[in-house]
């Protein structure tokens, strides 16, 4: 195996949500429903959505930053370990298959008012 590409991304998690709460439907544009949800069906807490948002983001500079990628085609989410994980679609699984990726690494993480994450892309 052999890196693809890696991204970094990170996002100050007050300026997120002033987004979020200025631009209605952002959220939805961003993030699956799995993603906004906790399994309780609790609304996920702004800095897991803003470390979501930089995994989003870091994985589109993994792929090398085309244009054309759909925010929805990429979901991050948890394993029952804790592991974070990527699941690609439509636009981001074929960008992906063009460049040979054939697994992915993900960490996320926020302190201090601002969310990280980081994605390797391995093929």
Request: charged share 20%; proline share 3%.
């Amino acid at each position: 195996m052999s890196i693809v590409g890696v991204g970094i991304d990170v996002a100050e998690i007050e300026r997120f949500e002033a987004a979020l709460e200025r631009t209605p439907g952002m959220a939805q544009r961003l993030f699956l429903e799995s993603e906004l949800l906790l399994p309780s069906g609790e609304r996920r807490g702004i800095a897991s959505l803003a470390a979501r948002f930089a995994a989003k983001e870091a994985l589109a500079k993994a792929l090398g930053a085309p244009a054309g990628l759909h925010w929805t085609d990429a979901e991050v989410y948890v394993e029952d370990s804790g592991q974070p994980r990527l699941r690609v679609t439509g636009t981001v699984a074929a960008r992906a298959a063009a460049l040979g990726v054939r697994s992915w690494h993900v960490s996320l993480s926020h302190d201090a008012g601002v969310a990280s994450a980081v994605v390797v892309a391995e093929g």
